[in-house]
């Protein structure tokens, strides 16, 4: 690193956006952020190079975009929208300024449209590249929870799912050279492994169903799998997925299958990081684009072996486990 603190900090405020409900910004102990709703959504992720990244598969922009990405996705996932953002940053001695400095341009342009503001964080030296982030946002319409599904709900989805899983296998495998990065040059794999480097949750989703009466909602962060898991065992139901609805997920990755050797229907299964909203609907409701309908909510048996079942048979929870080695 070339640059101090001070001089390192001026230069992210450059490339970083105020938000539209920003009172006070970074240059303070803290941050104001205006709440008219009454009420904060806030969540938080870290990202560490080498376990949630490559830095020689993606690009610094593309690591910047991924952190924001995911944590926008947190906050929709419960019907809301993101007011402001904090960053940290870990930062090795060994990584260039401008390398730093485009991590934090492609955070800041991933969130810019939202109309969130990235409003301080911190900095720190250290052993490996890290980015921390967490994210304040608020529900429109109401927050939408993960403990709110009943039998005879509709399960829904909105977005992609497989797709992410998809694109590491393709980078893992070499099938795809990590220095392919255009649309152009990934042809065919361009959707799966631009989605693996930068997720493209269906932000807008979440306040779509929320405004619809979804019962509960999350995103797909660990697989569907597991979080469709967590969901059941909030709302204390079971969780049926029909697998003529989810036929076209599997069809989609046949091709990235084949040429892995792996299997397209495990990653739709539990393949995590696509960020698709996941949510419930009461029973006859027209589902709101753009959700499509995979399931039914069932009601929960004595003695249950699995939360979730797929044409009537049990599904272990077999998506990202942080602490899985």
């Given at each position: 690193m070339s640059l101090d603190e001070d001089r390192l900090i001026a230069r992210m405020r450059e490339v970083l956006p105020y938000g539209e409900r920003t009172l006070l910004w970074s240059g303070d102990d803290c941050a104001e952020i205006a709440t008219p709703e009454g009420h904060v959504l806030v969540t938080t992720d870290v990202l560490v190079d080498g376990r949630h990244f490559r830095r020689d598969w993606s690009s610094p922009s593309q690591v910047g975009r991924r952190a924001a990405a995911q944590n926008l996705a947190d906050i929709a996932s419960q019907g809301g929208?993101?007011?402001?953002?904090?960053?940290?940053l870990v930062i090795p001695s060994y990584l260039d300024t401008d390398w730093v400095i485009d991590v934090v341009r492609g955070f800041g342009a991933q969130i810019a449209p939202t109309g969130a503001g990235v409003v301080g964080g911190d900095l720190s030296g250290g052993t490996e590249f890290s980015i921390s982030v967490t994210a304040l946002g608020y529900a429109p319409h109401g927050p939408v929870h993960r403990s709110g599904a009943r039998p005879g709900d509709s399960i829904?989805?909105?977005?992609?799912?497989?797709?992410?899983?998809?694109?590491?296998e393709l980078l893992n495998s070499g099938v795809v050279?990590?220095?392919?990065h255009s649309e152009e040059a990934l042809g065919r794999w361009y959707e799966p492994v631009s989605t693996y480097r930068v997720p493209r949750p269906p932000l807008k989703a979440g306040v779509i169903a929320a405004l619809n009466n979804a019962t509960?909602?999350?995103d797909v962060s660990d697989g569907l799998s597991t979080d469709l898991t967590r969901m059941a065992k909030a709302s204390n139901v079971i969780m049926d997925l029909y697998?003529?609805?989810?036929a076209g997920d599997v069809e989609k990755l046949r091709e990235a299958a084949e040429a892995?050797?792996?299997d397209a229907r495990n990653w739709v299964l539990h393949g995590g990081e696509d960020h698709a909203m996941l949510a419930t609907f009461p029973p006859n409701t027209v589902l709101p684009q753009p959700f499509r309908k995979i399931g039914a909510v069932g009601t929960a048996r004595d003695n249950l072996t699995s939360r979730v079942r797929i044409d009537g048979v049990d599904l272990?929870?077999?998506?990202?486990?942080?602490?899985?080695?």
């Open positions: 929208i993101a007011s402001a953002l904090v960053v940290s829904a989805i909105a977005g992609t799912l497989g797709h992410s899983a998809a694109g590491f050279p990590p220095n392919m509960a909602m999350m697998p003529g609805n989810l892995t050797g792996k272990a929870a077999g998506g990202w486990d942080h602490f899985r080695v």
